[in-house]
């Protein structure tokens, strides 16, 4: 990842490093070395401390890590994604819901218009967190931050991030489906912008730990460049009164105000079921 280090960018998302681990015992160590963990210090190895203290230690891969200056970061570089941790909420600090206060509203104003009729302020942390999962790699949203996610067994289908570029399988991958699975988390694009011949340029995405042979597959960047910056459309906070919306249509229905609709039955209208004309035998 290091030659990634300089592919952030006004209105560019980071690529993403996902971690699949087998358990929520691995996960939860993968995820202490990689962004950080808190170490205690006893009275007898902190004297002139007085007493037990808690001091921040700073994940080995700097990029991914979520401590700063001896404090966590308000915006998370990493995120563990599984069971335990989605029902704690533990990944929602304060200060991450103060800074991503914009975030949080959209997201919730988006929800009442998927739902209306449900109360957006029983959303807890759990489902906050779940829209911090979702979104990674999207800009303006409350996931662009993420660099790194660590996971278990919880992003094998069904998670629509482009960002992804490098996968790390730290589990027994049984079986072919599964691995398909995995690597298809790195095999969205992320620019549909063609080039100069009208052609998408070539994308890779670097798995490793995941045996992979369905589609037989050489090439890599050595140094991989993002695309073209990507135009936002939306409308600006200082005129957010001219914001033009438009409904959401999920279906049409027909109503008959002035007319009355009326049946005629007749000796066409009857129809006679026989078990003659069923099928009791199926030859395989």
């Given at each position: 990842m290091?030659s ?6 006004a209105?560019l998302?980071?690529p993403v490093?996902i971690?699949v681990c087998?358990n929520t015992n691995?996960?939860k160590?993968?995820l ?11 009275p007898?190895?902190?004297p ?5 203290q808690?001091?921040l230690?700073p994940?080995?891969?700097s990029l991914?890590s979520?401590?700063?200056?001896g404090q966590?970061?308000?915006?998370p570089n990493t995120?563990?994604?599984d ?12 200060e991450?819901k103060k800074?991503?206060?914009?975030e949080i ?5 988006e929800?009442?218009?998927r ?6 302020d029983?959303?807890?942390d759990?489902d906050?967190l779940?829209e911090?999962?979702n ?5 303006g949203?409350l996931g662009?931050s993420?660099r790194?996610?660590?996971?278990v067994?919880?992003l094998t289908e ?9 996968v790390?399988?730290v589990?027994a991958?049984?079986?072919q489906?599964?691995?398909e699975?995995?690597v298809?988390r ?8 063609v080039?100069k011949?009208?052609?998408?340029n ?6 490793y730990?995941?045996p992979?042979?369905f589609?037989?597959?050489a090439?890599s960047?050595?140094?991989?460049k993002p695309?073209p910056t990507p135009?936002r ?7 957010i009164e001219?914001?033009?919306?438009f409904p ?11 007319e009355?609709?009326?049946a005629?039955?007749?000796?066409d209208?009857?129809m006679a079921i026989?078990?003659?004309d069923?099928p009791?035998?199926?030859e395989?």
């Amino acid at each position: 990842m290091g030659s990634q280090q300089g592919w952030p960018r006004a209105g560019l998302t980071p690529p993403v490093f996902i971690v699949v681990c087998n358990n929520t015992n691995v996960s939860k160590m993968v995820l202490d070395y990689v962004s950080g963990w808190e170490k205690h210090l006893t009275p007898s190895s902190s004297p002139e401390r007085g007493g037990e203290q808690t001091i921040l230690v700073p994940g080995k891969l700097s990029l991914f890590s979520n401590v700063d200056r001896g404090q966590w970061m308000a915006r998370p570089n990493t995120i563990l994604i599984d069971s335990q941790q989605l029902e704690s909420g533990e990944g929602m600090t304060p200060e991450f819901k103060k800074i991503a206060a914009i975030e949080i509203e959209e997201f919730k104003e988006e929800y009442r218009a998927r739902f209306p009729g449900r109360d957006v302020d029983s959303l807890s942390d759990e489902d906050i967190l779940r829209e911090v999962m979702n979104t990674v790699g999207k800009a303006g949203k409350l996931g662009e931050s993420v660099r790194c996610v660590i996971s278990v067994s919880m992003l094998t289908e069904g998670w629509d991030a482009n960002t992804v570029t490098h996968v790390l399988g730290v589990r027994a991958l049984g079986t072919q489906l599964l691995c398909e699975q995995v690597v298809g988390r790195g095999l969205r694009r992320r620019s549909y912008a063609v080039n100069k011949d009208g052609m998408f340029n070539a994308e890779y995405a670097e798995v490793y730990g995941v045996p992979f042979s369905f589609i037989p597959s050489a090439g890599s960047e050595k140094d991989p460049k993002p695309g073209p910056t990507p135009t936002r459309v939306r409308a600006l906070e200082d005129r957010i009164e001219c914001e033009i919306s438009f409904p959401r249509v999920i279906g049409y229905r027909y109503q008959f105000d002035s007319e009355k609709l009326t049946a005629k039955f007749s000796n066409d209208s009857k129809m006679a079921i026989s078990t003659a004309d069923l099928p009791t035998k199926t030859e395989m």
